[in-house]
T-cell receptor, first 115, second 114 residues
Framework: NAGVTQTPKFQVLKTGQSMTLQCAQDMNHEYMSWYRQDPGMGLRLIHYSVGAGITDQGEVPNGYNVSRSTTEDFPLRLLSAAPSQTSVYFC??????????????FGAGTRLSVL | QKEVEQDPGPLSVPEGAIVSLNCTYSNSAFQYFMWYRQYSRKGPELLMYTYSSGNKEDGRFTAQVDKSSKYISLFIRDSQPSDSATYLCAMSAFRGSTLGRLYFGRGTQLTVWP
């Protein structure tokens, strides 16, 4: 099992550019989430999904889009990058309800800089 | 006010010391309490979890939950330089619209020096 795989590991964007951060898991997990981590702010939830076709907003959803067409993949789209989106992004997945949904497995992260 | 509060430190202790890390929370619906460990430039990994109140021990690590005070703790005995990392507390509700969603503290950065 590869677990949770995030690509790319590093990315530099110019203000206004768009891009997609990829996340894939091979554990057949129902739940998937995207977080951003900034110094002194901890992990903040951007968007999450409780199953294919179902997504919801977290704490800081503005400027980001998600979709979940398959169980395995949960891409995060930056629509028009801004310097405030410079951060480390983590994708996480977990089992569905009643099966340890609270135990999340994290990817290695994507470090994004927006100039 | 954030739902989960955690002192970010940093905390620096000598090898062999007992370390105490703490979080407070405001949402009485939280039933699952977790501690994640994050090494530098890596993703968080689950260290321990506890359901409802009580203690749980795993080797040198002990997790405590006091739901009446809305306070959780992680104790590390005989700390080692390899314990140097950021420790994040996280919580989850048992049921309801936020089932499966985790609420994280800001993380406490710990350094154990030889």
């Amino acid at each position: 099992n590869a677990g949770v795989t995030q690509t790319p590991k590093f990315q530099v964007l110019k203000t206004g550019q768009s891009m997609t951060l990829q996340c894939a898991q091979d554990m057949n997990h129902e739940y998937m989430s995207w977080y951003r981590q900034d110094p002194g702010m901890g992990l903040r939830l951007i968007h999450y999904s409780v199953g294919a076709g179902i997504t919801d907003q977290g704490e800081v959803p503005n400027g980001y889009n998600v979709s979940r067409s398959t169980t395995e993949d949960f891409p995060l789209r930056l629509l028009s990058a801004a310097p405030s989106q410079t951060s480390v992004y983590f994708c996480a997945s977990s089992y569905g309800p009643g099966q340890g949904s609270f135990i999340q497995y994290f990817g290695a992260g994507t470090r994004l800089s927006v100039l | 006010q954030k739902e989960v509060e955690q002192d970010p430190g940093p905390l620096s202790v000598p090898e062999g010391a007992i370390v105490s890390l703490n979080c407070t929370y405001s949402n009485s619906a939280f039933q699952y309490f977790m501690w994640y460990r994050q090494y530098s430039r890596k993703g968080p990994e689950l260290l321990m979890y506890t359901y409802s109140s009580g203690n749980k021990e795993d080797g040198r690590f002990t997790a405590q939950v006091d739901k009446s005070s809305k306070y959780i703790s992680l104790f590390i005995r005989d700390s080692q330089p390899s314990d140097s990392a950021t420790y994040l507390c996280a919580m989850s509700a048992f049921r309801g619209s936020t089932l499966g969603r985790l609420y994280f503290g800001r993380g406490t950065q710990l350094t154990v020096w030889p």
